[in-house]
């Protein structure tokens, strides 16, 4: 069974950063996706960032320049680093996980942008 636990939310100001972690157990094999979603109240929840296995990303048009997702296969770790936070950044963050043997959400943390 893939589990994936997040680690890293908070409450900052307007402008600040957090650096998100995702650790995913459960998984040998090294071709997959791997990727943070956020979800605000009241609103779906949108894809922010992916990665895939060797490299390639993939961002929202919203956190273009200011958001960096990084992975380390060896840690079985994905990043995502967030600088320029802006208010409407509020929301649960969680971390996807697209591969064998099956596909996993994280249960989220969330992150909490005040003006």
């Known amino acids: 069974q893939v589990q994936l636990v997040e680690s890293g939310g908070g409450s900052v100001q307007t402008g600040g950063s957090l650096r998100l972690s995702c650790a995913v157990s459960?998984?040998?094999?090294?071709?997959?996706?791997m990727g943070w979603y956020r979800q605000a109240p009241g609103k779906e929840r949108e894809l922010v960032a992916s990665i895939g296995d060797d490299g390639p990303t993939a961002y929202a048009n919203a956190v273009k320049g200011r958001f960096t997702i990084s992975r380390d296969n060896a840690k079985n770790t994905v990043y995502l680093q967030m600088n320029s936070l802006k208010p409407e950044g509020t929301a649960g963050y969680y971390c996807?996980?697209?591969?064998?043997?099956?596909?996993?959400w994280g249960r989220g943390t969330q992150v909490t942008v005040s003006s």
């Open positions: 459960g998984t040998r094999f090294r071709i997959n996706v």
């Open positions: 996807y996980f697209g591969g064998a043997p099956e596909n996993a």
